[in-house]
């Protein structure tokens, strides 16, 4: 039953009933059925405000340390990676390798993929051999590609060592940094990365 409003007017002279559908009744007849939300909707999306810099070019290494295959960004989808290009004879490169051997120690297991790409300086750095002795002596533990002909490095149009990338879990670059330094800066860009929501792309 609608409500009803009696209104009683002081002159006496008449009574005037009014009956008034109350507004919340008017208002859910020209309404739609609300649609249940299913539980996706009710997930809290996080997007790092990173600027999206575009697709990474894909790794072209064939040679690897600390790997038994080669890695392809293709297949690190739902991951965070970080990729360095250096050469083991830079001292700058010397400098950054203890920041990123501790980001690989303490983040690989909450989804960070460190990858160091070797592009050589000398003729003596490029014999895998001594790339693989100065990983030992320098502590690296996470994969590193050859890149002697430099197909990786050209593809990122590459001119320094040490340069940072930090890609995305979609395969985007977000974040660069050339040079030694700003190590807070990266890891937090690093955490900031971790955090965004991922959801596979179907299509």
Aim: aromatic residues 12%; hydrophobic residues 40%.
């Amino acid at each position: 039953m609608p409500e009803r409003i009696v209104l009683f007017v002081s002159s006496g002279l008449a009574l005037i009933v009014l009956a008034v559908f109350a507004p919340w009744m008017f208002a859910s007849a020209q309404q739609s059925p609300t649609a249940t939300p299913s539980p996706a909707s009710n997930e809290e999306v996080y997007v790092s405000s990173l600027p999206n810099r575009g697709v990474a070019p894909e790794i072209q290494s064939l040679a690897w340390l600390n790997s038994d295959v080669p890695l392809r960004l293709a297949d690190l989808r739902g991951q965070v990676v970080l990729l360095e290009f250096w050469t083991f004879d830079c001292i700058n490169c010397i400098h950054t390798l203890p920041y990123i051997e501790q980001w690989h120690q303490t983040y690989q297991e909450q989804g960070l993929t460190v990858i160091g790409i070797h592009y050589p300086e000398f003729g003596y750095d490029r014999d895998l051999q001594n790339i693989a002795a100065a990983t030992q002596r320098l502590n690296v533990n996470y994969p590193v590609g050859q890149d002697n002909d430099g197909l990786t490095w050209r593809a990122y149009s590459q001119r320094y060592w040490p340069t940072v990338y930090l890609i995305d879990k979609w395969g985007n670059i977000r974040y660069v940094r050339i040079g030694e330094g700003a190590y807070q800066q990266t890891e937090a860009a690093i955490n900031d990365l971790l955090a965004e929501t991922y959801v596979e792309d179907d299509t």
